[in-house]
């Protein structure tokens, strides 16, 4: 049967195809400028999941959401149900049916328990709108709830949202320290990437992240405040169930009402974080407060968020994971689902594909032996990142193993002449020190630890990518999904990695691991072992930084006001204290019984409404800020009127309308510009420094079957040409959208190799998109009024300073709104820029389409 996130999906992509219609269209700017841009597949379509429920679906609880896509029989059958309907017909399920089973599992424990209905039972019971956004991890669950919240915060500044429809705040919490420390990453994250820049700046000088700390009592916020972001664990903030004093009991009775009860114990971090409006919940590693402790006492979290929701207006819950299964059934609440399998053939996930090694009747001695062994026999050389070696993590169910391995570890790497001094043993009784370097800087490339041999350490949360090799050794608990928890933590992908992943087990372990992940993701061992990457990731590095930048000429539009002197003429006018809003206020006695009635009227008197004051100097800023005025001069025009320093919030409003009526005209003039466009931008790149040298990079996720046709790197070129190319390659390697692109390229540098005439050089522009790394991209409004973005294919650059823009494209891919815009352009820069439109029908060889490329080299004509 179709899940209700496989639903969601398909109505996701047609809201896709329609541009994200909705009554707010901001959020179709914010959508579109993340297409195929900074946030990872996953990720977006996560996003687009999150939105088209809010905006179209209006923030549904999750049962609305499943009567509405799952209508009659089918909602027993999406809810697990089919048992209870089997043997009943079709007209006996009628909606007062459906509501009297649903209430059964809402109060009738036994039958809940008999059915194992509790992840159900919550689900239906909840108050508030609760969603499970479910991620492979790996694929970057804590930006994802960035991108929710940076989104949320620049709708409600957009909208100035009276109606509290947009989030104003987020508390964002997981369990644990090691968790929390990878929640700081919220506060690390591009927002000018995921944001259009204007809405980046109105976000970046609005909100403010908070981190409770151990030794606070509150939260260091406003209360009643808003754009804030708290990062908390759940230890800080939740309800005390053994904190209520003894005072408040009478032979182990409340003396107070429940309600009161938790009054008590709900500490003032909680009480500062229920002051705060228009408020969100996001709880990452949701598993903590979904299914997994189904079977065990009502878990706190859950608690602290149900009473969050009765003391402020909490607008949703946003959980992430990336366990969405319980006991083998994928979570009601589960929205979106990105799973292990996914994550690794898109190449967000290491490859473990034939590396998943089960060891049977052999002692632990020799499982040591042999794991370090071939451990270094295949990473002993690898390294990663800024020169992070791969390392190997060694799970153990308690010290006293950890300790008998340890030296045969140490034995092993003697006979492979290798420093001992790289074990690093972490459990319990290690220092703070070394938990605090284990937890938060494992990752520096100067430690010198390579295998860590580790005690309930280094599972959930724990971040370390250039671990390549996880051995379980020993039967380990098989309690928290730990098996699970400790094998995979060597997935995590590494930009540029082409190296597989290893998992080793002992016999004791395999059917553990493989049980835990068919209970959390769905998949088996075999699965894991099975999949591929379909993907690869490619490094792309700098060549020609120092690239002089394309001077053209640029029409702009430019709003201005049609009396240049309106603002310099500006009168304001004291608003008539009748024309302010006023009451009457009608004067009642109470009397004996008449005919019409016992309130007798025995006068009226007149009233103005309460008005709150406002500081001039406020006022000022206020109103220059609205209209583009000189906030000076208008404070001294307010001062003339009111040498008091201040007035109504009521007038001000009078005001407005007064310097509205004089300012509001306004005209569109075209203007003319020079502008600067830098082909290429350092800064946009990430610095890599190996062996002492720096080069700057980034990198690309390509389909393992297009590598050998669209990516072409100096050394494939050298490879076919028998010679290094003159020209081109500004960054290497090359990624072409087609094959088209590509051999028009190389018969250009075939042709310049022969005769480069006056050519400076010839670069690929059409790769690259982000304007973090180039300027080189042109806005052009669609057929709908849109405004999108272009960017050409070629620039070829002459030395007297012409030069020629070519687009190569099949005629159904052409978009004539962006070649008018090109055209406009090539027109307001006669001598200077050509663009060139060379057109190939399917199986047209570019061979017969690149004349008028060489006749503008070659100057053949006369331009």
């Known amino acids: 049967m179709i899940n209700l996130y496989q639903k969601l999906k398909l109505d996701v992509a047609n809201w896709r195809q329609q541009d994200y219609p909705s009554h707010y269209p901001a959020i179709t700017t914010i959508l579109q400028h993340n297409q195929n841009n900074f946030l990872r597949k996953a990720q977006f379509e996560a996003l687009e999941t999150y939105w088209y429920l809010r905006l179209v679906k209006n923030t549904p609880n999750i049962f609305d959401l499943y009567r509405d896509y799952f209508p009659g029989k089918t909602l027993f059958e999406a809810f697990g149900l089919k048992h209870l309907i089997e043997n009943l017909p079709e007209d006996l399920i009628t909606p007062e049916f459906t509501q009297g089973i649903l209430k059964k599992i809402e109060t009738d424990d036994a039958f809940v328990k008999q059915n194992k209905l509790e ?38 500044l957009e909208y100035q949202d009276e109606d509290g429809i947009f989030i104003k705040n987020a508390l964002v919490f997981a369990p644990g320290k090691t968790i929390l420390g990878a929640l700081k990453e919220i506060s690390d994250t591009p927002y000018d990437k995921i944001l259009p820049p204007r809405f980046y700046k109105s976000f970046i000088t609005n909100v403010k992240f908070t981190y409770t700390r151990d030794d606070e009592k509150d939260i260091p916020v406003i209360r009643g405040s808003s754009f804030n972001v708290i990062v908390t664990n759940t230890e800080k903030i939740r309800l005390q169930k053994n904190s209520i004093p003894n005072k408040y009991f009478l032979s182990g009775q409340l003396r107070l009402g429940i309600e009161e ?33 189904m079977a065990s006492e009502l878990k706190r979290v859950r608690q602290t968020i149900n009473y969050i929701a009765e003391k402020t207006n909490l ?62 026999q295949e990473y002993k050389d690898v390294r990663v990142n800024n020169d992070e070696y791969a390392k190997l993590a060694i799970y153990f169910p308690n010290t006293t193993d950890s300790d008998k391995a340890k030296p045969v570890v140490e034995q092993t790497l003697i006979s492979l002449k290798i420093d001992p001094s790289i074990i690093l043993q972490v459990d319990n009784r290690s220092t703070d020190d070394i938990k605090d370097l284990f937890d938060n800087r494992i990752n520096d490339p100067k430690l010198p630890y390579r295998v860590f041999l580790l005690v309930n350490k280094g599972t959930e949360g724990w971040n370390c990518p250039s671990l390549f090799a996880t051995a ?35 016999k004791d372990n395999v059917s553990v691991l493989d049980r835990q992940l068919q209970e959390t993701f769905g998949e088996g061992l075999d ?62 006695s109470m009397s004996k019984a008449q005919r019409s009635g016992v309130l007798v009227e025995v006068g009226t008197k007149k009233g103005v409404v309460a008005d709150r004051k406002i500081d001039l100097f406020q006022a000022a800023v206020i109103l220059a800020h609205a209209y583009r005025l000189d906030s000076l001069k208008t404070y001294k025009l307010l001062a003339d009127l009111y040498p008091e320093g201040e007035f109504g919030a009521l007038e001000l409003e009078l005001i407005r309308s007064q310097i509205e009526k004089q300012t509001i005209r306004y005209k569109v003039v075209n203007e003319t510009i020079e502008e600067a466009l830098a082909l290429i931008k350092q800064k946009g790149f990430e610095e890599e420094t190996i062996n002492g040298k720096t080069s700057y990079v980034t990198h690309i996720r390509v389909n393992k079957t297009s ?126 820029i050509k663009y060139e439109l060379l057109l190939l029908e399917e199986g047209e060889s570019i061979f017969g389409k690149v004349a008028p490329v060489f006749n503008w080299i070659y100057q053949k004509h006369n331009l």
């Not at 609440?333 to 799973?339: A, M, T």
């Not at 690794?344 to 052999?362: F, M, P, Q, T, W």
């Not at 702009?556 to 204290?577: F, G």
Request: proline share 4%; with cysteine; net charge negative.
């Open 119 to 156: 992840a159900l039972r919550e689900t239906l019971t909840l108050s508030y709108p609760s969603y499970i956004l479910a991620l492979a991890m790996g694929a970057g669950k804590t930006i994802l709830i960035a991108s929710i919240i940076a989104t949320e915060f620049v709708m409600a």
């Open 315 to 376: 607008l949703v819950v946003v959980n992430t994971t990336g366990t969405p299964y319980y006991q083998r059934q994928l979570l009601r609440d589960v929205i979106y689902w990105y799973g292990l399998s996914q994550g690794i053939e898109d190449g967000i996930l290491k490859e473990v594909r034939g590396n998943i090694i089960a060891y049977s009747d052999v002692s632990d001695h020799d499982f040591i032996v042999d794991v370090v062994k071939d451990f270094f």
């Open 472 to 506: 379980l050794a020993r039967k380990l608990t098989s309690s928290n999904n730990f098996v699970l928890q400790a094998a995979s933590r060597c997935l995590r992908q590494i930009n540029g990695n082409t190296k597989k992943a290893k998992i080793y087990l002992s």
């Open 261 to 293: 009860a938790k009054e008590l114990v709900a500490n003032l971090r909680l009480q500062t974080i229920t002051s705060l409006p228009h408020l969100a919940v996001f709880s990452d590693e949701a598993h903590h407060t979904y299914g997994q402790e």
């Open 707 to 832: 590598l050998e046709k669209y990516v072409l790197g100096l050394k494939d070129y050298k490879a076919k040409a028998g010679q290094l190319p003159l020209f081109g390659f500004h960054y290497d390697p090359y990624n072409f959208d087609s094959e088209d692109e590509r051999e028009f390229f190389e018969r250009m540098l075939t042709k310049l190799g022969e005769d480069p005439d006056n050519v400076e050089d010839i670069y690929y522009t059409g790769a690259i998109n982000d304007p973090t790394k180039t300027d080189f991209i042109f806005e052009y409004k669609d057929d709908k009024g849109e405004w999108r973005s272009y960017t050409p294919d070629f620039l070829i650059r002459k030395k007297d300073g012409k030069s020629l823009i070519v687009e190569v494209k099949a005629p159904k891919y052409r978009i004539k709104e962006a070649e008018k815009e090109m055209q406009e352009l090539e027109a307001i820069n006669p001598d200077k």
């Open 527 to 588: 699965d894991l072992n099975r999949v591929s990457a379909d993907t690869v990731t490619v490094k792309v590095t700098l060549r020609k930084i120092e690239l002089e930048p394309l001077l053209i000429k640029k029409l702009i539009q430019k709003i201005v006001p049609e009396d240049a002197k309106a603002q310099e003429n500006l009168k304001i006018n004291k608003p008539d204290k009748e024309t302010v809003k006023s009451f009457e206020k009608t004067i009642y």
